[in-house]
């Protein structure tokens, strides 16, 4: 099974179909988490036919769920009601395209770090996403670190969820590298969750999605963690665009980047 992801550019689909051919890549489609597309099957069945005629199997592939303004955690329940109801249309995409699993964000605010609020997020995500789980077995379910400050309470999350076969964490590097805590501490705490990855590059100040290679993220001490830690987690190489893909793919390649230095052991 492929380790490697790539975003699909539906615009491009002739090279970015090459492109993922000749590195053995799959997709993760970021089509489908806007509201003006979850709210039109029609134009999702429209975007699904489409790359219907570049993939004849969507089992391996992911798709990004609803984030924006999502938090199924808040206290007012037309937020708490609309939220959840743009995670069922995602998780419904999802089983209708047949794909492996969907990455939603934990929706936390970022350093707000008051004990209620904390209690709550845990607590009500836990609830929610073990029913969406049990709703949808077919399909494996992530929870991406965004502009989390530490990953103390994403770990709490996935421990709370540990015996929930479709459920773990996916690990977005870029994300953890512009939290200011350490990158060994985001995998010591989630490396028995981890079961999917997000990579770009940044300045480790802003969220840049640069190619791999092209910021100031140390790629050999990304490698030595994954080591460190037994990390055999697929990779979603999170950039826009078919010259952003192949640049980091190139680089990856060379510098033998995760999970690409897999590759180069078999």
């Not at 790359?51 to 955690?73: C, E, M």
């Not at 190489?237 to 690409?260: C, D, F, H, N, T």
Request: include cysteine; charge should be negative; aromatic fraction near 12%.
């Amino acid at each position: 099974m492929s380790k490697l992801y790539l975003v699909p550019d539906i615009a491009d689909m002739e090279r970015e179909s090459l492109l993922a051919e000749g590195h053995e890549c799959v997709f993760e489609y970021n089509d489908f988490y806007m509201a003006n597309v979850l709210d039109a099957p029609g134009r999702q069945e429209e975007i699904i036919t489409y790359y219907k005629k570049y993939r004849n199997d969507f089992s391996k592939d992911t798709i990004h769920g609803a984030f924006l303004d999502v938090t199924i955690h808040s206290d007012d329940p037309l937020i708490k009601e609309a939220s959840m109801l743009r995670i069922r249309q995602s998780m419904d995409t999802a089983k209708r395209m047949g794909v492996k699993g969907v990455v939603f964000h934990t929706g936390r605010l970022a350093g707000f770090r008051v004990s209620n609020y904390l209690r709550n997020w845990c607590d009500r995500n836990a609830a929610f996403f073990t029913e969406i789980a049990a709703e949808y077995p077919k399909q494996q379910i992530y929870m991406e670190n965004m502009f989390d400050e530490a990953p103390d309470i994403l770990a709490g999350l996935a421990e709370r969820m540990r015996d929930v076969p479709n459920f773990g964490i996916c690990l977005d590097y870029a994300h953890a590298m512009l939290s200011g805590c350490p990158a060994k501490e985001w995998f010591g705490a989630l490396a028995p969750y981890i079961r999917h990855m997000h990579i770009n590059d940044n300045d480790l100040e802003n969220d840049l999605h640069l190619p791999v290679g092209d910021g100031r993220i140390d790629w050999q001490e990304f490698n030595r963690l994954i080591s460190l830690y037994q990390i055999d987690a697929p990779v979603l190489v999170e950039v826009k665009g078919y010259e952003a893909q192949e640049k980091s793919l190139a680089y990856m390649e060379r510098y033998g980047i995760y999970p690409m230095n897999k590759e180069r052991e078999s």
